[in-house]
């Protein structure tokens, strides 16, 4: 099975800030990479799927990258209501979730 | 309007059986794949499996095969979560969620609210 390490594990940034986590699988996973913002108490929201594509009604602040097993997703401008944990996830026969990078304001 | 209605929180003992549901609506339910995902407190998200309504195809996580079963039912809209014999250990919160493309398994873009399933004695 694929596995997915996220880094971070968790992160403070200022407002304001360029932020970037990454999601590194041990196999190739083509591009079929997704981001997904989850904050307290919530369910988790769709970002970017395919590794590159914003979902509706997404801002254009979090863009995502990458290919193959490195992938980044990134936040131009920090803004308050982005505290949340972020959560790759990959399918190739099962599907699978990064172990969550928590961000925080500094 | 796209939506996935789950079912009420649930308190159970350990070694009962429980099936939880997610309704789908504003949508053709049976041909988009809908996953479950659970949530231990505090912890990160597992996908359980995933399921298409259309035809029942089953696909679990390795960590959940046997220790589960999903199903769907296309005349009432609804996917189930269910166990035989819970285990404390099964205290999380479950979500259900929509694939994003007609017919295919890719990203998952409408969450239910989630079932909180909590098993003590």
């Known amino acids: 099975d694929i596995q997915m390490t996220q880094s971070p594990s968790s992160l403070s940034a200022s407002v304001g800030d360029r932020v970037t986590i990454t999601c590194q699988a041990s196999q190739d996973t083509s591009n079929f990479l997704n981001w997904y913002q989850q904050k307290p108490g919530k369910a988790p929201k769709l970002l970017i799927y395919d590794s590159s594509n914003l979902e509706t009604g997404v801002p254009s602040r979090f863009s995502g990258s990458g290919s193959g097993t490195n992938f980044i997703l990134a936040i131009s401008s920090l803004q308050p209501e982005d505290i949340a944990t972020y959560y790759c996830?990959?399918?190739?026969?099962?599907?699978?979730f990064g172990g969550g990078t928590k961000v925080e304001i500094k | 309007e796209v939506q996935l209605e789950q079912s009420g929180a649930e308190v159970k003992k350990p070694g009962e059986s429980l099936k939880i549901a997610c309704k789908g609506s504003?949508?053709?339910?049976?041909?988009?794949?809908i996953g479950w995902v659970r949530q231990m407190p505090g912890e990160g998200l597992e996908w359980i499996g995933i399921?298409?309504?259309?035809?029942?195809?089953?696909r679990y996580s390795p960590s959940f095969q046997g220790q589960v079963t999903l199903s769907a039912d296309k005349s009432t809209s609804t996917t189930y979560l269910q166990w035989s014999s819970l285990k404390a250990s099964d205290t999380a919160m479950y979500f259900c969620?929509?694939?994003?493309?007609?017919?295919?398994?890719?990203?998952?873009?409408?969450w239910g609210q989630g079932t909180k399933v909590t098993v003590s004695s």
């Open positions: 399921i298409y309504p259309d035809d029942s195809d089953t």
């Open positions: 969620a929509r694939g994003r493309e007609l017919a295919a398994i890719s990203a998952f873009d409408f």
């Open positions: 996830q990959q399918y190739d026969h099962v599907l699978r």
């Open positions: 504003g949508y053709s339910f049976p041909y988009y794949w």
